[in-house]
């Protein structure tokens, strides 16, 4: 990873991108986790590279030039690549590092590395190294060093999972994973490959779906660098492809299309495949396959590769999910349909140890939090109940699947109160009423039919006024429409009562939001030793103490970190249930001035949230609120520079006013 200097450099030029007003120096020293003389040192580092100018005055800083559309090292980064065009970061040295490694049919010394990196053999010692150390144990693997020659060690299919994961996990996922790939191995006409993979597959007659052709693309780069360099999987699973692959019903096409690629591998790299390789192609193609078009999709035709028994418990699992988050119209059969599909090729991946990265993934927790902690929910419930691991990316797919239709079953549904104004005149009155009876009956209740003197003689009070003359209206949304219910009228008066309605929907949260903070619950400066789990432990013991919660809510909370970290933005974490509830709702706050690690990020706030049950309808709007909060660096900066709770309070409750 680049050095930490350059992270924070590069942190604060965002963190002024994204303010709306200048930042005081003491905020940004503690987001950075520097002290304000170091703030005022990357400041004058910044305004002397000259790619963007940061201005200071008495009320902080601010960027002045952010216009990079015409900077070619900025589109290299964005490309992936080093701006200066040579492995001078820590990222770098140590991706090269391990490519080599993984390369290598045997030790490689240190001596050649420094030279190749234009570096001393001190600083692969000191600096390079230590960073390996840390990633290689994730994937089971380790290094040997005696008499500076390096060595990696460990399993085959380990290699190639990090490999995999050096090509797809950085900021751009599968945008640059070629990118990444040539860059570690230039000696790979990678582009070539990709561009031969693709043609194969597109003859094959299968369809595969944009995020599943990357993913498989690089799978199958993965294994021709290393069979290549006579690496063979010796590890294998007990798991036979060919009688996987005969349950679809695209078995021939799955194989021809396997048969192709080998043919390719050894035609062009002069390496034959051994049945253990050839055997994970067959189910990466078929693990990476779309079975069914939307419009074939039926139980009958699920019901011949899916048991009936998987497809009760998913759908189960959906109900759960539904009546949970408070959304029990929410799904139809097709949702019902697709998300089972969906499942059990999860459940088969998870099975047969195929990754399925998601470049996504990041961007849509923080995003659409309320319906990824759906799919947190369903996937512990589903993962529990088949023993199995599901990860984040697979989360963050099942999101996909659900968002759609929980989102829409969660829009507003209450009626609201309704008056017209029309004049008189023939039978257009009582028409236009009667269509907007018609059209509009599940939002409105058209409480009064009126003439423009007769509204304003008595100013009736209602939720909506539609008026076809331009009214003065005293009470109410007033939606001014034409004497003739056209579409175009039709869609205006529809989305003027969504936004109505969708504005009280989050009044009501931010009330309860309001409500649920209490001086009890509010810590500040509070350093622990260890991890995440120390921190809600303490704020958990806060709310017990309190009567609030009790000792099983909380060990569900720590359930809920292990199956997705809650840090959803760079400076909060939301820990909470995952599937329980707590004796009385509350929000338990602790505001550090220093960073707190959580999982892939560093927090300064950390907001154990608990839901009593009969107040679970305010969980996913609360939830989306506070988020919206932290996600805005002028927010949070006001929020950074709070040191009571009453402050805190006067903070929270007016930015979410």
């Known amino acids: 990873m680049a050095s930490r200097k350059t992270e924070r450099i590069n942190r604060l030029i965002d963190v002024l991108q994204h303010a709306t007003s200048r930042v005081p120096a003491s905020v940004l020293s503690k987001i950075l986790g520097i002290g ?10 910044v305004n002397e590279q000259g790619q963007f100018r940061i201005d200071s005055s008495s009320g902080g800083y601010r960027l002045v030039a952010t216009d990079r559309s015409n900077d070619s090292a900025f589109h290299a980064e964005a490309d992936g690549q080093t701006t200066s065009g040579s492995l001078e970061d820590l990222e770098s040295r140590c991706n090269y590092v391990l490519s080599c490694l993984i390369k290598a049919s045997g030790p490689i010394s240190i001596f050649d590395l420094a030279e190749s990196l234009c570096i001393s053999e001190s600083t692969i010692a000191g600096s390079v190294m230590p960073q390996v150390r840390r990633i290689l144990p994730q994937f089971g693997l380790s290094i040997q060093i005696h008499d500076y020659q390096i060595e990696l060690q460990g399993k085959e299919r380990d290699k190639r999972k990090l490999l995999g994961h050096l090509a797809t996990h950085n900021v751009y996922g599968y945008f640059t994973s070629t990118k990444t790939l040539e860059t570690l191995f230039p000696d790979f006409n990678v582009q070539g490959i990709l561009s031969n993979l693709v043609e194969i597959c597109q003859r094959s007659g299968l369809f595969i779906n944009d995020f599943a052709l990357s993913n498989l693309l690089v799978h199958l780069l993965v294994i021709i660098i290393r069979l290549t360099s006579n690496n063979e999987l010796t590890d294998r699973d007990d798991i036979d492809a060919n009688s996987v692959v005969s349950r679809f019903k695209q078995e021939r096409e799955i194989t021809r299309c396997a048969k192709s690629i080998a043919t390719y591998f050894e035609g062009e790299f002069g390496c034959s495949i051994p049945d253990p390789d050839y055997q994970q192609i067959l189910l990466l193609i078929a693990l990476s396959i779309e079975r069914y078009s939307y419009n074939e999709l039926s139980i009958d035709n699920l019901s011949e590769a899916i048991d009936g028994e ?3 418990t998913v759908v189960g699992i959906l109900e759960d999910t539904a009546r949970r988050y408070n959304l029990p119209n929410a799904i139809d059969d097709g949702m019902k349909l697709q998300l089972v599909l969906h499942m059990h090729n999860a459940y088969q991946r998870a099975v047969y140890h195929v990754s399925y990265p998601n470049p996504l993934a990041s961007q849509i927790k923080q995003e659409y939090a309320p319906v990824y902690d759906m799919a947190v929910y369903l996937s512990h419930r589903f993962s529990v109940t088949y023993d199995i691991e599901i990860g984040e990316n697979e989360i963050a797919f099942i999101a996909f699947h659900l968002g759609a239709y929980f989102e829409r079953a969660a829009a507003p549904a209450n009626s ?11 039978d257009f009155a009582r028409k236009l009423v009667d269509d907007l009876k018609s059209a509009l009956s599940d939002d409105l209740s058209i409480i009064g039919v009126m003439s423009c003197d007769g509204y304003l003689a008595s100013s009736p009070e209602s939720d909506v006024v539609i008026t076809t003359i331009d009214v003065p209206v005293t009470h109410g949304l007033k939606i001014l429409i034409g004497p003739i219910l056209t579409k175009q009228n039709l869609r205006k008066i529809r989305d003027r009562i969504s936004d109505l309605l969708e504005s009280r929907r989050m009044e009501k949260a931010r009330l309860f939001l309001k409500s649920m903070l209490r001086p009890e619950l509010f810590a500040r400066n509070v350093y622990l030793d260890g991890d995440q789990d120390s921190y809600i432990d303490y704020l958990g013991n806060l709310c017990v103490e309190q009567g ?7 060990k569900d909370v720590h359930q809920r970190e292990k199956v997705s970290s809650t840090a959803f933005t760079d400076a909060l974490a939301i820990p909470h249930s995952i599937g329980g509830y707590s004796d009385s709702s509350f929000i338990a706050a602790l505001h550090n001035d220093a960073a707190i690690p959580w999982g892939r990020h560093k927090v300064h706030f950390v907001l154990l949230i608990g839901i009593a049950k ?3 309808a305010y969980f996913r709007d609360a939830l989306d609120i506070i988020i919206d909060l932290y996600s805005s660096i002028d927010k949070t900066s006001r929020l950074m520079q709070t040191d009571t709770f009453e402050e805190f309070v006067d903070v929270f409750t007016q930015s979410i006013s």
Do not use: G, K, P, Q
Request: net charge negative; with cysteine.
């Open 36 to 45: 304000e003389r170091s703030v005022r040192n990357y400041v004058s580092e």
């Open 310 to 312: 998987f497809v009760n």
């Open 416 to 426: 609201l109160s309704c008056i017209v104004i029309v004049e008189e005149y023939h």
């Open 548 to 554: 609030l919660a009790t000792v099983d809510f909380i």
């Open 614 to 616: 009969d107040e679970m």
